[in-house]
């Protein structure tokens, strides 16, 4: 569903539909502004473009560098512990570490970086940094800090709801 300008839906002015339809559109018009994932994945959107074309010189994706990184740091050993840090799926997370397989960047009998994912994940850096001193420096170093945290406990209060939605059933 489309909403085209303020009080128009469709070729319809609000003053013009029934008060049933005008207290829908409202409810869309509410859902579109305030929702959650709609807010997530647009800014998730165009952040991750933002980045991906900043990298774009090393040849890498920003989910892409994202693992590497992860991989390279130790911070995960297994599948499970990837999937668990980067709140993946580990569907998605094999499909992904498939290609980084397939381009020569991780070892394909375990988690760990070869040679060629070094030298790319090290190329990607610098280009990382300037993106994200982009996005930091357009917020402001107080701000940034505070979004992480607002994002840190968005995280805690969905992780934890789903938990206690799963002990339920």
Same mark, same amino acid.
Not at 6 to 9: A, E, I, K, Q, V
Not at 109 to 113: M, P, Q, S, T, Y
């Given at each position: 569903m489309y909403i085209h300008d %303020?009080?128009?839906?469709g070729k319809l002015s609000l003053s013009e539909m029934s008060e049933k339809a005008a207290s829908t559109l409202a409810r869309y018009q509410e859902v579109v502004r305030a929702c *959650?994932?709609?807010n997530f994945r647009q800014v998730t959107r165009v952040v991750t473009a933002h980045f991906d074309e *900043?990298?774009?010189?090393? %040849?890498l994706r920003a989910t892409q560098l994202n693992l590497?990184?992860? &991989?390279?740091g130790a911070f995960a050993v297994t599948v499970t512990d990837l999937a668990g840090i980067l709140a993946m799926d580990r569907t998605t997370l094999t499909r #992904?570490? !498939?290609l980084l397989r397939a381009r020569g960047f991780v070892q394909a009998?375990? &988690? *760990?970086?070869t040679t060629k994912g070094r030298t790319a994940a090290a190329a990607a850096l610098p280009l990382w940094e300037v993106a994200q001193a982009g996005i930091v420096e357009g917020l402001g170093e107080r701000r940034w800090v505070a979004l992480l945290g607002e994002l840190t406990a968005t995280r805690a209060v969905v992780?934890?709801?789903?938990?206690? #939605?799963? %002990? !339920?059933?």
């Open positions: %303020g009080d128009r839906f *959650a994932v709609m *900043a990298l774009r010189p090393a %040849g590497l990184v992860l &991989i390279e #992904n570490l !498939k009998d375990r &988690i *760990a970086l992780r934890d709801r789903a938990r206690t #939605n799963r %002990g !339920k059933r």
